[in-house]
């Protein structure tokens, strides 16, 4: 017996695949015989069982399963001589199949909430969702937001040249009541000549509003750094849609990244303890490998220190909510933005409280876009280009309902597949434990950003609640569900350190905004955590000095080349749109990398997927796996194609370049600006800014804590009470 095609049907209808097999598809050769899941085709001619097999009995067998929520077909032949016209049999049954099952990208429908509920809009469409959202504490609000996060992405991905209009440049003073001391219109952001207008209110009487040093749209992520910058002495605004404190994510972090927030000083050590929901022993990586070429195949990859710490995140964000307050800062929450208007000394955030309806304003030195993926500011900024890539990711906090024995909450599952490719996705696992019987699920995919198929949670959930038991065996009735967890994680190819922009005057994006985020892990909040030092100090230092020109805050990002070359990584797991891979290739080169990463010791695969490897061990482990697979590189070559090819060479010795230059300065820079901080600091505040970027991208640009000595504290600390006086203030 030996297998001849190995193919994926992109529809979750099975029996409609089944039923054209047998009825409608005409291999053009030999005698075709129904079987409970495909079809025989044979070469003799006469069937009847009771005579005896000729030795030259020639046969091919096609039968077709169910997984994941799609169809694959296997054609075997039953003998070693090859069956007549057999290659012509496989290309016009590929053929056949490909014509009349293409992929298929479904849209969400277009809904009126005002006729009917977001459960009854939905239920024609994604039943098992809306069967199992009614089943969770909030769930009509929850998937009234997920339906609200898929439009606003789709208009983003669908309109990136003309995305929504929500920055405003003037060239005067905001005159704060006084008539004639400002424009009468606004120009786009970017747009030098200013000819676009925009309404502005009326000269005589403007809007009234409160002054802030800064203000943050957006408080998943936004609120930890506003915590930080507010214990800085600065006066904050944080402004959220949502309810404060309600997180549609889980996080998970290591012990040593968490350890950041308490040299901060954000938080305490009894603090940090009181919102680890669970520690676990053990994270497993492990890839579907049962088509996987036997040499290929590896082990399960042991990750302990690798997200082992699943957090409370509700809980964190009220610490550092309460943390915010108590340094004087405000929340405003169920309030949407609508616009910026950038001033020369000043941003102008108008906004609507969605409680009443009404709008009212806030100004401040700098505005923070912490608004994720959805940010209409992130879109604006980096017009046709916002995202290369994005996860889709969907998933649930689930209490209880689980049998005995499915899972043991000492260990997770930080990257899993249970499936080859799925509709032209390579459908990924996370499981992280929580309090008591609590499980966190996550389902996502690597998917290169396109207009035709944006990629949508709801097909995602779809998913999720059909496939949840393949993966972990459960009676879905019996879950109790707590939360789902859901969202956009983006990614960005960036060439360079400044080839993605993340600021403007008066305004700069961090988190998911600023998509800077490892391609492997794929998560702002890791990303955030690890770089909350660099990104906090280099801003006290702008906003110090009145660094706050988008030359300065462009400076002010967590850029890693380290991470920025591994996204050829993430590429060769994404299917681009509208074409078919073998089924079993994303799950190859997963156990091909993975297993090499399994045969090393802990310490490299705990740097690697922390973002803290270097060109050396990079170059090494590229090696390697090009030797253990040269198919290796035809299937990136496939991918990637010539232009991202020819980028990433670019990214590549971009890597080599800021690897020279970090053996070069590394062990001598950080001391001379810790000796000579003070000095640098009063006689050039631009340079000592551009000079703190640096040493921080050569110290913590690998996600490496930064050791501070007692020096460089002092010099701080006398730094930020010397210059509180430069610090503007509203009463």
């Known amino acids: 017996m030996q297998e001849l095609l190995y193919i994926e049907i992109p529809t979750p209808d099975t029996s409609t695949v089944c039923k054209w097999l047998q009825t409608d598809f005409e291999p053009g050769i030999g005698e075709k015989l129904a079987t409970p899941d495909g079809f025989c085709l044979r070469m003799i001619g006469n069937t009847d069982n009771s005579r005896s097999i000729p030795e030259n009995f020639s046969e091919l067998s096609i039968f077709i399963w169910s997984v994941q929520r799609t169809t694959y077909l296997k054609l075997f032949r039953w003998s070693d001589q090859a069956f007549p016209q057999e290659k012509q049999i496989l290309k016009t049954l590929t053929t056949a199949i ?27 469409h994604y039943p098992l969702t809306v069967k199992y959202f009614q089943k969770m504490p909030h769930g009509e609000y929850d998937l009234k937001r997920v339906y609200w996060w898929e439009q606003r992405w789709r208009q983003g991905v669908r309109n990136p040249q003309k995305p929504r209009q929500v920055l405003f440049a003037h060239q005067k003073e905001w005159g704060h009541g006084r008539q004639g001391s400002r424009e009468q219109g606004a120009g786009r952001v970017g747009d030098a000549e200013n000819k676009h207008k925009y309404p502005m209110p009326n000269a005589q009487c403007p809007m009234p ?3 802030y040093d800064l203000i943050y749209i957006g408080s998943a992520l936004g609120v930890i750094h506003a915590a930080v910058m507010a214990k800085l002495g600065y006066k904050v605004l944080l402004v959220e849609r949502l309810p404060f404190g309600r997180m549609n994510r889980e996080w998970n972090i290591s012990r040593d990244e968490i350890q950041s927030l308490i040299n901060l000083g954000l938080l305490t050590s009894s603090e940090v303890e009181s919102i680890i929901a669970r520690e676990y022993k053990d ?3 492990k890839f579907f490998d049962a088509y996987v070429p036997k040499q290929l195949k590896a082990p399960i990859l042991h990750t302990p220190t690798v997200l082992n710490l699943g957090l409370d ?21 169920e309030t949407e933005f609508i616009k910026a208007d950038i001033y020369k000394s000043e941003v102008v955030v108008t906004l609507k409280n969605l409680s009443n309806q009404i709008d009212k304003q806030a100004s401040g030195r700098v505005l923070v876009d912490a608004m994720g993926t959805a940010s209409p500011i992130a879109w604006q900024l980096n017009g046709g280009r916002a995202f290369d890539s994005v996860c889709p990711t969907v998933g649930a906090v689930i209490e209880r309902g689980f049998e005995a024995g499915v ?4 260990y997770g599952d930080v990257l899993n597949s249970h499936g080859d490719i799925s509709r032209g996705r390579q459908l990924i696992w996370e499981l992280f434990p929580g309090t008591d019987e609590e499980l966190t699920f996550y389902l996502f995919h690597y998917h290169e950003v396109n207009a035709q198929n944006p990629g949508s949670l709801l097909e995602m959930y779809e998913d999720f609640f059909t496939i949840l038991p393949e993966y972990r065996r459960c009676d879905m009735d019996k879950l109790v569900w707590k939360k789902p967890t859901f969202g956009y994680i983006p990614g960005h190819f960036s060439v360079g350190s400044s080839d993605r922009t993340i600021a403007f005057d008066r305004l700069i994006a961090i988190g998911d905004a600023a998509s800077l985020q490892s391609p492997l892990v794929f998560t702002g909040f890791g990303s955030l955590v690890r770089n909350l030092e660099r990104l906090t100090t280099l ?26 070359v591994t996204w ?8 681009p749109t509208g074409k078919f891979l073998p089924p079993e290739r994303i799950n190859t080169m997963l156990n091909n990398f993975f297993g090499l990463l399994a045969d090393e010791p802990l310490e490299v695969a705990d740097d690697f997927i922390k973002d803290r490897f270097n060109l050396l061990t990079f170059n090494r482990l590229a090696l390697k796996a090009a030797k253990k697979n040269p198919a290796l590189l035809l299937w990136i070559w496939e991918l990637a194609g010539a232009k991202d090819l020819w980028r990433w060479l670019g990214n590549y010795f971009d890597f080599v370049r800021h690897s020279l230059i970090s053996a070069l300065l590394s062990g001598w820079l950080p001391i001379f600006l810790q000796r000579n901080g003070q000095w640098l600091e009063n006689r050039s505040p631009a340079l000592w800014l551009q000079l703190s970027a640096i040493n921080y991208a050569l110290t913590t640009g690998k996600g490496k804590p930064k050791v501070q000595t007692q020096e460089s504290k002092v010099h701080n600390q006398e730094s930020r009470v010397h210059s509180q006086e430069s610090i503007v203030k509203s009463p």
């Open 98 to 124: 490909r014509s009349r099952f293409p992929h298929q990208y479904p849209e969400p429908p277009t809904i009126d909430l005002s006729q009917q509920s977001i459960f009854e809009a939905l239920a024609p």
């Open 209 to 211: 509003h409160a002054q």
């Open 283 to 285: 994270g497993f990586n």
């Open 313 to 333: 995140s509700e809980r964190l964000l009220q610490l550092c909510g309460q943390k915010l307050l108590a340094a004087g800062g405000e929340i405003w929450d």
């Open 407 to 410: 899972w043991d909450s000492q």
């Open 539 to 564: 801003l006290d230092i702008a906003l110090k000095h009145d660094l706050l020109s988008s030359r300065h805050l462009n400076q002010i990002r967590a850029f890693q080349n380290n991470i920025a």
């Open 568 to 575: 050829m990584f993430s590429k060769g797991m994404m299917v």
